[in-house]
């Protein structure tokens, strides 16, 4: 049994920890996580040298037996831009994904990063070339809000869920997030607090399934916050989008 991690930026996985930590205990022989984007940032404040440390540390505490990737750097994938690279990246997913592939897990399609909708798209054409089952994540979103909040870890209205047991085992993992991706100190402290809400407090931790994106359609019926945050816009992200999928098919 063959697992596929597709994660658009270092630190995405903190999101399914609870998961990673089941996913352990699983007979699956292969666990493959690999990351997307050089995930730089904005203006290329962060050194993608040291997020990948960040994310690897972190990994190799949850799930030892992994194998991590970061094609973003070895393709050179920007921040913001993964859109423009499905072809190359899904290309190079082909051949070197084993052929007994059996579930693929990514970001929801949602409408809150521009590279995380990306992923989605991959993720349900890679799974869709290899037979295999989709199931995503929610990481944030700005539906039904205001221009400067936003939903966390909150799954899309009217998603059939799978609902992961949060052990105690995922409670020194999550507490240790700030202490781990110390680069990302600033982007914690407005995710940071929901997130432990979620997953401590509340006990939820949720993968989608039955997963079918339609591109051209938007991913909820509020906010993009992509938008809001002028990190792009839907528009030329659909019709990029749209380009890869019908030169894939071909």
Same mark, same amino acid.
């Given at each position: 049994?063959?697992?596929?991690?597709?994660?658009?930026?270092?630190?995405?996985? @903190? +999101?399914?920890?609870?998961?990673?930590?089941?996913?352990?205990?699983?007979?699956?022989?292969?666990?493959?996580?690999?990351?997307?984007?050089?995930?730089?940032?904005?203006?290329?404040?962060?050194?993608?040298?040291?997020?990948?440390?960040?994310?690897?540390?972190?990994?190799?505490?949850?799930?030892?037996?992994?194998?991590?990737?970061?094609?973003?750097?070895?393709?050179?994938?920007?921040?913001?831009?993964?859109?423009?690279?499905?072809?190359?990246? +899904?290309?190079?997913?082909?051949?070197?994904?084993?052929?007994?592939?059996?579930?693929?897990?990514?970001?929801?399609?949602?409408?809150?990063?521009?590279?995380?909708?990306?992923?989605?798209?991959?993720?349900?054409?890679?799974?869709?070339?290899?037979?295999?089952?989709?199931?995503?994540?929610?990481?944030?979103?700005?539906?039904?809000?205001?221009?400067?909040? +936003?939903?966390?870890?909150?799954?899309?209205?009217?998603?059939? @869920?799978?609902?992961?047991?949060?052990?105690?085992?995922?409670?020194?993992?999550?507490?240790?997030?700030?202490?781990?991706?110390?680069?990302?100190?600033?982007?914690?402290?407005?995710?940071?607090?929901?997130?432990?809400?979620?997953?401590? @407090?509340?006990?939820?931790?949720?993968?989608?399934?039955?997963?079918?994106?339609?591109?051209?359609?938007?991913?909820?019926?509020?906010?993009?916050?992509?938008?809001?945050?002028?990190?792009?816009? +839907?528009?030329?992200?659909?019709?990029?989008?749209?380009?890869?999928?019908?030169?894939?098919?071909?």
């Amino acid at each position: 049994m063959s697992i596929v991690v597709l994660l658009p930026h270092m630190d995405d996985e @903190v +999101f399914i920890i609870p998961y990673l930590v089941e996913l352990e205990k699983t007979s699956a022989n292969d666990i493959h996580i690999l990351f997307l984007t050089k995930s730089e940032g904005r203006l290329n404040k962060y050194k993608h040298g040291v997020r990948e440390a960040e994310s690897t540390k972190m990994l190799k505490k949850i799930v030892p037996r992994c194998k991590i990737q970061f094609l973003g750097t070895l393709l050179q994938a920007e921040d913001l831009s993964l859109h423009t690279s499905l072809d190359q990246i +899904f290309k190079f997913l082909l051949k070197n994904i084993d052929q007994d592939c059996n579930l693929v897990i990514s970001p929801h399609y949602e409408g809150g990063h521009i590279d995380h909708d990306s992923t989605s798209i991959l993720a349900m054409k890679i799974a869709g070339e290899f037979k295999a089952p989709l199931h995503t994540f929610n990481l944030y979103s700005g539906r039904k809000l205001n221009r400067v909040l +936003f939903k966390v870890a909150k799954p899309t209205e009217l998603n059939e @869920v799978i609902k992961i047991r949060v052990r105690r085992d995922s409670f020194k993992y999550i507490i240790s997030i700030p202490f781990i991706y110390k680069s990302q100190i600033q982007t914690w402290i407005g995710i940071y607090p929901s997130l432990v809400w979620r997953l401590l @407090v509340r006990g939820k931790c949720e993968l989608n399934i039955a997963c079918n994106f339609d591109h051209l359609l938007k991913p909820n019926n509020g906010n993009i916050f992509y938008e809001n945050r002028s990190d792009g816009t +839907f528009q030329e992200w659909s019709s990029t989008v749209d380009k890869f999928l019908r030169s894939s098919e071909k």
